[in-house]
């Protein structure tokens, strides 16, 4: 069965750096965009990052242009982010999603699988 799960989530200070992992399985991976999302409480989810099927192209909200880095390897199949600059407003659950499309759109309804999500803490 498909399976996203994502890891690296913890408790970090501002100013400091995390890089979540998801490793996929269940369907094939390199045929698939990868995206980012986030869910601090009491808001929406929303976008973060995505990487199309082949890694040549990125995209990334406003809020975290120049601080995350998204990437993947599709030997392993694994998207990644590397968050750096860490804010105590990126404070959320993060989650990886996966879309049969070739680029990354920002609006979660064009996923078709996501993960359980893993949760960012960033202390002032």
């Known amino acids: 069965q498909v399976q996203l799960v994502e890891s690296g989530g913890g408790l970090v200070q501002a100013g400091g750096s995390l890089r979540l992992s998801c490793a996929a399985s269940?369907?094939?991976?390199?045929?698939?965009?990868m995206g980012w999302f986030r869910q601090a409480p009491g808001k929406e989810r929303e976008f973060v990052a995505g990487?199309?099927?082949?890694?040549?192209?990125?995209n990334y909200a406003d809020s975290v242009k120049g601080r995350f880095t998204i990437s993947r390897d599709n030997t392993k199949n694994t998207v990644y982010l590397q968050m750096n600059s860490l804010k105590p407003e990126d404070t959320a659950v993060y989650y990886c999603?996966?879309?049969?499309?070739?680029?990354?759109?920002?609006?979660?309804?064009?996923?078709?699988?996501w993960g359980q999500g893993t949760q960012v803490t960033v202390s002032s």
């Open positions: 999603a996966a879309t049969f499309r070739p680029v990354a759109p920002s609006t979660e309804y064009n996923y078709d699988y």
């Open positions: 269940g369907f094939t991976f390199s045929s698939y965009a």
């Open positions: 990487i199309s099927r082949s890694g040549a192209s990125t």
